[in-house]
C-alpha cells in the first residue's frame, strides 16, 4: 500500500494513527500541501479533490481518499484491534464525536480556507488566526460538552478503548493547542483523554511535528 500525505495535515495523522494501531505498514509519499503540490497533474491523477491522504491499495483498485472512508475501509478489512464499538448505538456515537472534528471543525481550517481568506477575502494574518482558533477550539468545546456529561465516557472517548473518535480528538488537539495556540481550559475532559491517547505510540509516533519535512522544534 501506498500513502499520499503530508507532515503537516491532519488528516494524514488520522489515518497514520489508524494503520498503527493496525499494525499495518505503507510506503509514503509526500505531497506539500503548502507548496501546492497536491494540484500536480500527478496527484490529481490520484485524488481530483487534490487533498490529502489518498491510499493506494495493493490490488490496483482506485485509490482511498477522506480519511474517515479511509479509517472505516481499515475497520471492515482488519478488524483488530477494533476501533468502533459492538452494539450500533456505540457505533453511531464514536461516529458522531468523530465527525464533530473531521467534518464540522478541521474544514475549516484547512490550507485552501486560509489561502481563500487571504486572498479572496483579503484578510490579514492576525484575522486569518482568529479563524483558525476559533472553529478549532469550538469543535473541541462541541466535543467536550458530550464527553463530560455521557455515561459513555471513560479512559477514552467511549469506554477504556480506543476508538475512531480518540483518533480525530487527538488530530484536533494537534491542531488547536500546536498549530493555532488555543487556550484549551474550557475542555479539560478532552485535554485529559488527548493525554492518554499520546502515551500510545500509534498517537505519540505519528505526531506531525515528529515527521519528515516537520520543521525542527
Known amino acids: 500500500m501506498k500513502l499520499y500525505g503530508f507532515w503537516r495535515s491532519l488528516a494524514t495523522y488520522r489515518v497514520k494513527v489508524a494503520l498503527a494501531l493496525k499494525g499495518m505498514k505503507v510506503d509514503e509519499v509526500s505531497i506539500d500541501i503548502l507548496k ?113 456529561n455521557e455515561g459513555d465516557t471513560g479512559r477514552f472517548c467511549h469506554g477504556d478503548s480506543v476508538t475512531i473518535a480518540d483518533i480525530c480528538l487527538a488530530g484536533q488537539v494537534i491542531g488547536a493547542a500546536g498549530y493555532f495556540k488555543c487556550d484549551l481550559s474550557s475542555v479539560p475532559t478532552v485535554v485529559r483523554i488527548h493525554e492518554e491517547c499520546m502515551k500510545i505510540d500509534a498517537f505519540s509516533h505519528a505526531h506531525p511535528l515528529k515527521q519528515p519535512g516537520a520543521p525542527a522544534h
Open 36 to 148: 501546492g503540490a497536491q494540484h500536480d497533474k500527478d496527484y490529481t491523477a490520484v485524488n481530483p479533490q487534490a487533498v490529502v491522504p489518498a491510499l493506494v491499495l495493493d490490488d490496483g483498485g482506485a485509490p482511498l481518499f477522506q480519511s474517515l472512508a479511509i479509517l472505516e475501509y481499515l475497520e471492515e478489512t482488519h478488524p483488530q484491534p477494533p476501533l468502533l464499538p459492538a452494539d450500533p448505538r456505540g457505533r453511531a456515537r464514536v461516529r458522531g464525536l468523530a465527525l464533530i472534528s473531521a467534518a464540522d471543525g478541521h474544514p475549516l481550517v484547512v490550507p485552501r480556507i486560509r489561502a481563500y481568506l487571504e486572498k479572496e477575502m483579503h484578510q490579514d494574518e492576525a484575522a486569518r488566526n482568529k479563524w483558525l482558533a476559533h472553529w478549532s477550539l469550538e469543535a473541541l468545546e462541541a466535543i467536550e460538552g458530550h464527553l463530560k
